[in-house]
Nanobody, 118 residues
């Protein structure tokens, strides 16, 4: 069983930055890939960024609208995954979810609200 807990959401002005964190209950070395998704009101959940460990290297991929502004990273020693979000826009407002695949089963956190507004 894997538990994922997000933190770091909040209210930020347009153009601002936030760093989301996702803490896993166990070693994330075996959770691969890990990702961030988001869901805005009235919209489907969408992939934001994903990080995949292959051998000893991490490979990240992003949704097109976020690749130049968001950065995903993982710290296996601390069992955490991060999402650095810069140049935030009102349309980035959503609940952000941490996701991880473990032994073929996807696990989700409870989500953290990000609101971008002046």
């Amino acid at each position: 069983q894997v538990q994922l807990v997000e933190s770091g959401g909040g209210l930020v002005q347009p153009g601002g930055s936030l760093r989301l964190s996702c803490a896993a209950s166990g070693s994330i070395s075996y959770i691969n890939p890990m990702a961030w998704y988001r869901q805005a009101p009235g919209k489907q959940r969408e992939l934001v960024a994903r990080i995949t460990r292959l051998r000893i290297s991490d490979y990240a991929d992003y949704a097109d609208s976020m690749k130049d502004r968001f950065t995903i990273s993982r710290d296996n020693a601390k069992n955490m995954v991060f999402l650095q979000m810069n140049s935030l826009k009102p349309e980035d407002t959503a609940v952000y979810y941490c996701n991880g695949l473990y032994e073929g089963t996807p696990y989700w956190g409870q989500g953290t609200q990000v609101t971008v507004s002046s």
